[in-house]
Each structure stands twice: as C-alpha cells, then as structure tokens.
C-alpha cells in the first residue's frame, strides 16, 4: 500500500512548515511519470487569480463599520446617541445620531468607491487573454484560469501572465529577450535561456509530446533566486535530469522583447508568483495629526468624565437635605422614590454625560471629513503639477493624509524613471587623451562627426588614427547589445543608405545602447551579430567584420566585459571595458595619467565613465586563454571561481585606448527638489534595484551624494572580505568619531552609506535569529542617522518596503513618504505612512495603489513645502480652535449647574445648543481650514527651511494644545463670572424687570459667538472677500436667527420659552456695554502672547511674514543651470565663469576666445545659440548659459 500521500499530508500539517515547503513537484502538462519512476502525488496549487482588493460583498458592512468605531469618536459618539435613547437627557439624540451617521455614510461611501476600482483593476488583469497549449494545439483561455503545469504560448511584447520556466524560443538560439520594468524598474532588455533538452521544440505537437516533471523550490519573493530541476523522460530510459535558475524562470509582470513568440510551463501562479509576494496588503492609513486627535479626545474624554463625577457627586451633596431633596414645587412620583440610589445616581452621572458631552464635537469630525475632501481639490487643480506631455495634473486617491504631506521626515525615492528619465545620453569619449564630442562646433564651425578636439597633442597622426579606429571598433564590439530592425523610416540617417532597413539597439544595459548610438554619431555604426559575426560599419561607409571567439561577461566583482575577436585579416585582438578601478592596475602602456585626469574630471559632473583597452594576441597566446576558458566552463565544480581565475589571467597587460562619459538624464529639476528637501530637514534615501555604480553616479548627479560625502559602503562584496559584524562596528565607529569630533570643530564631515539587498538581508535575518554578536538592525540604524544620504540597491520589491518599515519603527517613529513610478514600488508606496507614485513610462500600478499620483517629480517640492505646508497648518489650526471654541461653549454650563442646584438645567436653549457647531461657528473655521495662507506660496517655495517650524507635529504637541485649552477656561471664566457679576442684584430694564435665566444665557452665549469667531479672525493672515463674507456673515446670521427665534422677525415662534429674550438683553444698555468689555478682556491675552512671542523669541516663518509685511523679500537666486541644451533663445549678453579660471563676458558679436570649445549648435542658424558644456583642458571646465553668473 502507497502511503506517499499520507505521508505527504501529515508532513505537511502536522510537522510543521519547514519540512515540507522545501519543494514542490510541477507535472508539465498534467501528466503522469511515467510507470517505474516517481510516484504520482497530485497536489493542488492556487489558481492563477489577483485580488487586491480590500473588501468583498459580503463582508464590505461589517468590516468597513469595524474598522469606522475602531476610531474612538465614532466609538464615543455612538455610546452618547445609544445613552440619549435610553434615558431623558436634557437633549434630543438627533443631535448625536444624525452627524454621526453623515460621518459614517459619507467615509463607507468613500473607501467603497476606491475599493470598487481596486476591484475593476483586478477583473481587467484576471481576465486578460491567454495561449494555452492543449492536446497539440493552441487553446485561448483567460488568465485566471491558468494552472500550475500548464504550457503557456507568450508572444512579443505580452506580459507574462504567471511565473514560468522557459521552455523553447522562436529564435534557434533558445534564447528570449525580456524587460522587467514592473519588478525591478529596470528598463533594459534581460536575456533568457532555454532548457537545452527543449529549446529545438518549434511546433504546439512538439511541446505537448514532452513528457517531464519539475521540481523547485517553494515561492519566495527573492526576484533573483531560484533553485530547481527538470526530469525529462524518453523511451525505457533513465531520466535526463537539467539544472534550473533564475536564467530560466520568466516572472510575472516582465514582458517579452525582441522574441517572436516563447512555451513555457507555469510553476507559481496566482498569490504565489514572485510578483504578488512582494506586494504589500493595504491597510488603512492615519495621519499624525489624527492620532493627535484621538490623545486630545482621550484627555476630553476623562475632563467630560470629571465633570460628569463632580457634578453628579455634589448633587446628592446639595439634596443632601431633605427640603432640597424634595423642594415643594417637584415632587418625585412613588416609582421615582422607590428607586435605589445607586440607579439615580448612575442616571444622573448619564444625564450629566449628555449634558457636558459637548466638550467633544462630533461636528468636529464632520468638519475635518469635509476640509480633507475639499482641500484635496487644491492639488487636483494646481496648475503649476499638470505636464503637458502627458496631458495630466496631479491626482488625489485618498484624502485622508494630506496634512501628512507636511510632517514628511523621510523621503523614500526609486531611481529609475523617478529621478531620472530612464535615457542614457552619450556625452563625450577621451581618445588618447583627445576629446570627441559627436557633431560638435568650434568657434562657429561645424566638426565633422568623427572629428577630435585635441585638447593635450595637437599634432595628429597615423599613430593617433590607429588608435582612433581601435577605440571605436572596440566600443562596437565589446558589448551585448542586439539589433532590432524595422522597416519604416523617412529620410537618411548617418551609416545608413537610403532603402536599407533601419534599426534600433536593445540590451540588457542601457549604456551599452548608449555607447553604440554614440560611436554611431561618431561614424562608426554596430550592424548585427550574424552566424557569430560581427559586422560594423566604419566612417568611410565600409563593412569589416570580425568573428566573435569569446565573451568575457560583466560581473560586479571584476566591474569590466572583454570580448576576444578575429579580424578578416586574421588577427587575434581582446577588447576590455569597464570601471576605472579594474582597468587602469591592468594597463601597461597608453596615456594614463591624461585619460586618468579627464576621467576623474568627468566623474565630479556626475557622468557615467568606463576605461577602453586592449590587447593584441599571438595564436598561440589565444590558444592558452580558450584552453583557459573552456576548462573553467566544463568545470561542475567551483564554475564562478575557476571562471574567475581564467578572466584575471587572460585580460593583463592591456593597453589604454580612453574613456567614455555617459549621462543618465535626471528629471528636470530632480537635483534642485532633493536640494530643497534636505534644506527642509527632511532624508532621502534612493531605493533602486539598479546595480551600484549606476545608482552612485545618479545619487552624486541629483545631488544626494556631494563632492565633500565620504561614502560608506555596507555591500556583500565587503562583507565577504570581512565579517558583518566587524564591518558594521567599524561603520558604526568611524560616524560616531567624526559625530564627537564635528561637535568640537566647525568642519563636519559629510557620510553617504551605500548597502545593498544582499547586506539588508543578512542584516534584518541576524537579527530575527537572535545572533551573539548583538543588534545589528539598532548599529545599522544608528549609522543611517549620522549619514545625510543613503543608497539601497540591488533591492527586491519587498525589500524596499522592509527598509520603509525599520525606519517606521525605529524609536524617533518618523513620518516616511515613498514614490515610485512602477509595479515593484508599490509595496514600499503602501507601506509609507505616504505613498506617491509618479505618472511615468512603467504603467500606472504604483500610480494606482498610491495616495497621491503627480507627473513627475519635480512636482514633489511643491506637494510637501507648499500644499504639505499649508494642510498642516490649516487643520492644526481647525483641531485646536474647535476643541477651544467647545470649551469656552461648555465650561460656563459646568459653572452654571454651582448656581442651579445641579438639577441639569442647561444655560442655553436647545436651539443654541444644536446650532453652536452646526451653524454660528462652522463656517469660519471651515473656510480658514481651506484658504488660509499664513506665507505666501513663494515664499514657501524659496525658503524650504520653513518647513521645519511644522516638523514632528508642532503645532499639535502637548504644551500647545494645553495652552489653547487653558485660553479657553479662561475665557469661558470671564464670560460666565463677568455677566454674572455685572448684573448680579440689578435691573436693568425700563419696566424695571431683572434678567432671568434664559436672558442670562443668552448675554453668555452672544459673548461666546463674539469671541471665538473674532479670536480666529485675529489668528487669519490670508483675508479675501469669502473670508469676510463668511466671518462677518456668521455673526449677523446669529443676530438674525435670535430675532428670529424670539418671535421679533416671525411672531409666529412667539409660543416658546426665548420669546422677546434676545430683544429684551438689547434693549439694556449695561448688556451692551458687557458685551464689548468681556470680549476685549477675553482676547487681550491671546494678542499679547503673540507680540511677545513674536519679539523676544521668532520663528522663522514669524520673520518670514515680517518680510512680507515690510515688503522687504529678497529676489530668489537662479538656480544652477542643467547641462543639457537650453530650449529658449540666448540673451545677447552673457557670462562665462571657468571652474578654475577667470570670468569672461561674452556676446554674439564676440568671438569666443580660441582655447574653449563651445557645443552651441541648434537648428535654424548661427543666430539662436543653445548653450551647451564647454570643456577645457585640466582642472576647470566650463559652463555657458544665458542670464546671471553661476558658478559649476
């Protein structure tokens, strides 16, 4: 009896997890092995559907309402309205039960709708098209409907629609070319290996006859590893078993280049691709400023329970005697006197409850609900965030975070398509120490494109033209790019004659693609690799071709790529690139020192540069070095390593042919956004899965990293020299010393840490295992905040967002916001306490599943310095004066009841009650919650360190909110004991009638309307006609309504108990002489703390708005020009200032002086300059750009 599948069952639910998620079995096209071999265990696998939605039908009411009371207002609100049912209460429970529905209605209505799009997202994914092979023919089915096992048919330019391993390729080379921008966010084009035993399958009926298994491991979301074999069986013959890895696994979400069509066997779909482990489930996001809320209401809360204590406790102290117990005019009915005290008491605790419960606006909420959703209009219309290219602004999918955007304190950013373009740009190329620059002009003259500009020896030669013509053969074939034709194209491009096809390069590096366009402006052109031939295409239009022997592939470790060539004539000749640090140790001859001396100069400009050099080799040199390379590669031991050791003897004693400098375009405007962000006090840190060299030179180009940074690296190269351990500590040191040694000097020493996700992981795993050695995640986090800017890369999409989740939890708990552009940033967008995602050219995943989307990310500056700003302050502003304004409307109550006999008579009319926070006092605080601008939006925009007078919550910190709360007991005391005082014994009507209790209340009440409304008229700095219209308005419709509702206007409300009141209190004129005594006593100390705030202790944004005010702003200083082509028309004057030299004045009608060589060229003439980089000989260049000086 087979008891496999028991076995397989009790292992897998009883022993526990790490028994049986070694590795699963994967039948390719369902079938059985064949008899004698393995037993057969079916197993069932998930399909292939996507949910990332949040809620379902059925459970959309009950969760979305456990999630609405999971917040203390709501909680606390429904507790009243519950209360208000079951007892009487002074008050009717529409005032509780109606805003509180609104609230919950409107925010279910919310989340259901972006939940609902979520849902239509992923309908359109699960139902995509698909290709199925089945019983030898293709089949179409949709995409969730796919199984583990089943061959899938994947076509040009189709997104793979589960993880797959790759069977067979249109191209006779089993290879697949393949782009994975929505995982890694790199846009180069990868290359993929067949299995070799499949890879000569053609046809539908030769994939269904293959008969094999596959076994790998468990999914896991490490996009770059993968452990498995394939087990093909033939006829009565032994299993042939094949390696798998990552070479041969094709992700979810990459799509296929350059291929005409792939099969390939599904291993993990659904939930379990690569793909959706890194996706971060959504949870519900709240703001700083709302938790602030919640500890505000909490300390509400007990001051409402106080009272409550107080009030019910010294009421049966007051009825302690039985002639107020049972005064004759209010005699208890029998059930009344039977009841026990216990009961009465805990009833008048409930009814005082109702009566204080004011102190806790629900309006308040209403009011943040409907500030949040208005204000969000304010970015969705900025007109300075919409991009003509894409023809879209900026777009808001949550609202409840845009006061967030002002307590940003980490910036988290992808590399790739976020701050730059994703477009390499050849610049220059250094040739024996003579600089090339394609279609360059030299003092108003055109070069031809493959001329030089002799900057050291301007004696050219045959000597020079050889190595001119190696240079650039070099960069034409030492390289993995492939050729794409296509057919259409108008015109003649430069190599290319008229009715030969046009093409375009793809690789799996964008440099390298960069590297060929650029020698093919300078006249050399890569034509293709054909039956392993390389043809090129040389300046005087003539074909050469050399056989491609052997590619010595780029690795991290060696940092350069060789490719050893046979020219027609029979020569021998290896062709090495790479970093400078790899190249100039193997070099034996060549102009060192001056390539040397251009190289640095161009790394400083933040340029890509890579080192050219060869070696010419004898026949029975190259010999040697095949014998060489193919033992390392037959070796099934130790492959890398003999490789290795085979690379380092066969690429020595190279000659220096030059330099290149490549540019990876930032953004417009990226290095000044990360400069004033950091001028804001916030860090930014670039999580890329880019390699690091790439990465680097973007960080020092976008001005994350400085000339003056020392960079740390905390890499798995390092830490394979040397322990983790050792390497972290002596980080941890060196910070540290330098932290203790800046304290005591002016000059502080500037760190940048690069890590990489290999060194993450090790990190974060140490620590989960408890190791010996300490906390490693505590030292790494200690040296993340002595650096000013941090590099993670060669990050795996979950991996970005373990990094947002560490600094989140870190012991300063700060506010972190993460934008990205692609797929694989969405986990670390939704794991931020702000996520952005950027309207760019890798989909709209990460633009969906953010908070925020903007074009691009300059737009970034503007989002955090001026709308983050102004959210911040605004509803600040609006949660302190509404529980101010609720404090100053219910404490005179509580004094109230000491003069009532705590019997519960409210001091106000209903009417006043209900329409305190509904009506007289809403609007005001609404309108400034939305409009008000305490700066200007340029003054905002020039100065970035305004933003730290509003960093860590400072406006909602305790001392604050205790200041605002006692300003309103003191006013509160002045409005109840002032009128109480003033009228105390007197009358003050002609009649001679003394005022009552509701002409009492009214004075209070008139006061209170008064004084709040004028108190945030004093706190408004940005006042238009609304502002006016609705202040003003709010206190003449409180007249209004008062006559109203006494029967003065309408006699027909003449029947209820404040008829002729309001009337009667004006017609005093000690009341009105009351009124505007207490309601200057009540704001004079608000206006004298603000004087003297302002004179003995200003903030920044205090002088900021004394610039305003005197008119004294200074003009902000233009920022550093880019180094790319100038769009507009020069000025005709203009400055040049040398990097090392003098300052020159130039003109159009001057010539430029003889020894700078200008790159002014633009189409339509000589007249309309376009400034462009000059370059100089030795230490300086220089920079030409129209308009005021600056320095480069």
Avoid at 432 to 454: E, F, K, M, R, T
Wanted: one cysteine or more; charged letters at 20%; proline letters at 4%.
């Amino acid at each position: 009896m087979d008891f496999s599948l028991l076995r397989n069952i009790i292992s897998r639910y009883c022993v526990g997890e790490e028994n049986w998620e070694d590795s699963r079995t994967v039948y390719i096209g369902h079938k059985e092995p064949p008899p004698g071999a393995e037993a057969y265990i079916p197993q069932r696998y998930p399909d292939n559907h996507i949910v990332s939605s949040k809620y379902t039908f059925w459970n959309f009411i009950p969760k979305n309402l456990f999630e609405q009371f999971r917040r203390i207002a709501n909680f606390y609100f429904l507790v009243i309205f519950l209360v208000q049912l079951i007892i009487d209460t002074p008050t009717s429970p529409i005032t509780s039960g109606l805003p509180l529905f609104f609230v919950i209605t409107v925010t279910a209505i919310k989340q259901g709708y972006e939940d609902w799009l979520r849902h239509k997202a992923d309908c359109s994914i699960n139902e995509c098209p698909v290709d199925v092979v089945q019983q030898g023919k293709v089949v179409r089915t949709q995409s969730h409907k796919l199984r583990v096992g089943d061959i899938v048919v994947v076509r040009e330019d189709e997104t793979f629609p589960c993880d797959l391993i790759f069977l067979s390729s249109s191209r006779y080379d089993g290879i697949c070319y393949v782009t994975t921008t929505s995982l890694d966010g790199e846009s180069s084009h990868k290359t993929y290996y067949a299995v070799p035993d499949t890879m000569a399958f053609r046809t539908e009926q030769e994939v269904d006859s293959l008969h094999a298994t596959i076994e790998c491991e468990q999914p896991q979301p490490d996009l770059y590893k993968f452990v498995g074999r394939i087990n093909i069986y033939k006829d009565k013959e032994e299993p042939i078993s094949r390696t798998l890895g990552a070479e041969n696994l094709l992700l979810r979400g990459a799509t296929l280049k350059n291929t005409q069509h792939i099969y390939a066997v599904a291993v993990y779909t659904g939930m379990d691709t690569k793909m959706a482990l890194n996706y971060q489930s959504k949870s519900q996001k709240r703001s700083a400023v709302e938790k602030s809320m919640n500890a505000f209401l909490i300390v509400y809360l007990c001051i409402l329970i106080s009272k409550a204590v107080i009030n019910t406790v010294l009421k049966y102290a007051w009825q302690w005697s039985p002639d107020r117990d049972e005064p004759w005019y209010n005699h208890r009915t029998e059930i009344e006197r039977q009841r026990h005290v216990v009961i009465r008491a805990f009833t008048d605790f409930l009814a005082f409850m109702v009566l204080f419960n004011y102190i806790i606006p629900v309006s308040m909420y209403v009011t943040v609900e409907m500030q949040k959703f208005l204000g969000s209009y304010f970015i969705t219309w900025d007109e300075e965030m919409f991009d003509e290219e894409l023809g879209q602004g900026a777009q808001v999918n949550t609202s409840d975070l845009n006061e967030e955007l002002g307590q940003v304190e980490y910036v988290f950013t992808d590399k790739t398509g976020t701050l730059t373009e994703n477009n390499m740009e050849f610049i220059e190329c250094c040739v024996d120490g003579n600089v090339y620059i394609p279609h360059a002009i030299c003092n108003g003259q055109i070069l031809s494109a493959a001329s030089s500009i002799d900057m050291i020896d301007s004696s050219p030669g045959g000597y020079r033209r050889e190595y001119e013509d190696l240079f650039f053969r070099a960069l034409c074939l030492c390289h993995t790019v492939q050729v794409k034709e296509e057919e259409t194209v108008d015109g003649i491009k430069r190599g290319i004659h008229q009715g030969r096809p046009t093409s375009f390069y793809i690789s799996s590096s964008p440099d390298e693609v960069a590297l060929v366009e650029g020698m093919k402006r300078l006249g050399y052109t890569y034509l293709r690799l054909k039956d392993n031939y390389m043809e090129i295409l040389n300046k005087d239009d003539e074909i050469e071709r050399f056989e491609l022997l052997h590619v010595l592939n780029f690795d991290s470790v060696r940092r350069r790529m060789s490719v050893i060539v046979k020219s027609s004539s029979g020569e021998y000749l290896l062709f090495c690139k790479g970093a400078d640090s790899s190249i100039f140790p193997r070099v034996v001859s060549g102009k060192v020192e001056q390539v040397k001396a251009r190289v640095e100069q161009n790394a400083v400009e933040g340029l890509r540069t890579l080192c050219v050099a060869y070696r010419r080799l004898s026949a029975s040199e190259y010999q040697v070095a095949c014998r060489h390379l193919t033992e390392a590669k037959l070796a099934l031991q130790d492959r890398e390593q003999r490789l290795a050791q085979a690379y380092d003897i066969i690429e020595r004693d190279l000659v220096l042919l030059g330099a290149t400098a490549v540019e990876d375009r930032l953004q417009e405007k990226a290095a000044d956004t990360i400069e004033s962000l950091h001028k804001a006090g916030i860090k930014v840190w670039v999580l890329t899965g880019d390699k690091m060299e790439t990465a680097a030179a973007t960080c020092y180009a976008s001005k994350l990293f400085r000339r003056s940074t020392q960079i740390l690296e905390l890499t798995k190269k390092r830490t394979e020299e040397q322990s983790l351990h050792d390497v972290l500590f002596e980080l941890n040191r060196t910070v540290l010393r330098q932290c203790s040694i800046s304290g005591l000097s002016v000059d502080c020493l500037d760190f940048g840490l690069i890590i990489d996700g290999a060194t993450l992981s090790a990190i974060l795993k140490s620590n989960q295992e408890g190791g010996g050695h300490g906390n490693y995640r505590e030292v790494f986090l200690e040296i993340c905040r002595n650096c000013s800017a941090v590099l993670c890369c060669r990050m795996a999409p979950l991996q970005k967002a373990q990094i947002v989740k560490l600094i989140k939890a870190s012991k300063e708990h700060p506010i972190t916001l993460a934008i990205g552009d692609g797929a694989n940033d969405v986990s670390m967008i939704l794991e931020a306490h702000v996520g952005i995602g950027i309207m760019g050219k890798e989909g709209r995943q990460a633009a969906r599943n953010s908070d925020y989307a903007i074009p691009k990310f300059k737009h970034l500056k503007k989002m955090l310095l001026v709308h983050g700003h102004y959210y911040y302050i605004r509803i600040a502003e609006l949660v302190q004066y509404f529980f101010y304004k609720n404090v100053c409307f219910i404490f005179p109550q509580f004094l109230y009841q000491f003069f009532c006999g705590f019997s519960q008579q409210p001091l106000y009319d209903t009417a006043y009650l209900t329409l305190y926070n509904i009506s007289f006092t809403s609007l005001p605080i609404l309108l400034y919650s939305l409009v008000e601008q305490h700066v200007t939006m340029e003054t905002l925009k020039r100065e970035p360190s305004l933003y730290r007078d509003i960093a860590k919550n400072s406006l909602l910190r305790w001392p604050v909110f205790l200041y605002w709360t006692c300003l309103g007991v003191f006013d509160a005391v002045i409005f109840f004991f002032g009128a109480y005082f003033l009228f105390d014994n007197t009358t003050f009507t002609s009649n001679g009638q003394m005022f009552g209790n509701w002409t009492f209340g009214s004075l209070v009440f008139t006061v209170l309307v008064f004084t709040v409304t004028l108190k945030l008229a004093l706190d408004t700095h940005h006042w238009t006609w609304i502002n006016h219209f609705v202040i003003w308005g709010s206190l003449l419709f409180y007249v209004i309504f008062s006559l109203l509702w006494g029967g003065i206007i309408w006699p027909f409300l003449n029947y209820q108990r404040m008829y002729y009141v309001f009337m009667q209190m004006l017609s005093s004129g000690p009341a009105w002489l009351s009124i505007i005594l207490l309601i200057t006593v009540s704001l004079l100390p608000d206006v004298i703390k603000k004087v003297l705030c302002r004179t003995v202790c200003p903030t920044a944004t205090d002088r900021a708005q004394e610039k305003l005010l005197s008119g004294g702003v200074a003009e902000l200083t233009p920022l550093s020009f880019r180094r790319r082509p100038y769009k507009g028309r020069s000025t005709d004057a203009s400055r040049l200032r040398l990097g090392a030299a003098e300052t020159l004045s130039l003109s159009r009608s001057s010539p430029l002086p003889q020894k700078l060589l200008a790159h002014f060229t633009e189409e339509g003439g000589a007249n309309p300059l376009s400034p462009y980089m000059l370059r100089l000989s030795g230490a300086g260049f220089a920079s030409y750009a129209p308009g005021p000086e600056t320095s480069v």
